[in-house]
């Protein structure tokens, strides 16, 4: 399973954009990038996923390198809710994901 | 739309003892994974289930087991509980297939072992 490296944690002021990187230089290229976060007490909640071009949604963007060896989950307006872990994962054509350690992001009023 | 649930929400057994937990999912959903998260381990795969098979798997001890049932309903059996089981166990259903669809998490079990 290729890994995915992550810095422990970010701090962020509310109402500010976010940048949170993400490295995986063994990535194949059939490896979808998923963004997944948690919220403290709760089960993960799907954030975002791509394959090779950016990606936006309600919730966030997803940046892609062109040679695919890391991204970025781009939140553009950070909030208190927004604090949680925030994991990259590289996911295969199957159901399972493997879980790193996860960026632990702080928001601050 | 109801999302996934999970129960009980909290369990306390002893070591030796087995448990068995349950996850019913999302309707509509076909498949269903099992995780389990700790401290010192984070979240870890222990298996995915989609209609009724066993069609990915873990690392974890035959201790660990699963099936789902025709409703895509799944539940999940320890065996002889150690010690180093207590963690949260969560459930994650999909629609699965090959598509890369998100996967929805219920809220976990809470195991302790005593």
């Known amino acids: 399973d290729a890994k995915t490296t992550q810095p422990n944690s970010m701090e962020s002021n509310e109402e500010e954009p976010v940048h949170l990187p993400c490295n995986h230089s063994t990535i194949s290229g059939t490896d979808y990038i998923h963004w997944y976060r948690q919220l403290p007490s709760q089960g993960p909640e799907y954030v975002i996923h791509?394959?090779?071009s950016n990606v936006n949604n309600r919730m966030a963007s997803l940046a892609i390198a062109e040679d695919r060896k890391s991204s970025t989950l781009i939140l553009h307006r950070a909030t208190l809710r927004d604090a949680a872990v925030y994991y990259c994962?590289?996911?295969?054509?199957?159901?399972?994901?493997?879980f790193g350690t996860g960026t632990r992001l702080q928001v601050f009023p | 739309k109801a999302g996934v649930t999970q129960t009980p929400r909290y369990l306390i057994k002893t070591r030796g003892q087995q448990v068995t937990l349950s996850c019913s999912p999302i309707?509509?959903?076909?498949?269903v994974s099992w995780y389990q998260q700790t401290p010192g381990q984070g979240l870890q795969f222990l298996f995915e289930?989609?209609?009724?098979?066993?069609?990915n798997k873990g690392n974890f001890p035959g201790r660990f087991s699963g099936r789902q049932f025709s409703n895509s309903r799944s539940e999940m059996n320890v065996s002889t509980l150690e010690l180093g089981d207590s963690a949260l166990y969560l459930c994650?259903?999909?629609?699965?297939?090959?598509?890369?669809?998100?996967?929805?998490f219920g809220p976990g079990t809470r195991l302790t072992v005593t």
């Open positions: 309707s509509g959903h076909r498949s």
């Open positions: 791509g394959l090779t």
């Open positions: 994962i590289l996911r295969d054509n199957t159901d399972k994901l493997i």
């Open positions: 289930y989609f209609s009724e098979t066993q069609r």
């Open positions: 994650a259903s999909s629609l699965g297939g090959l598509v890369q669809y998100e996967q929805y």
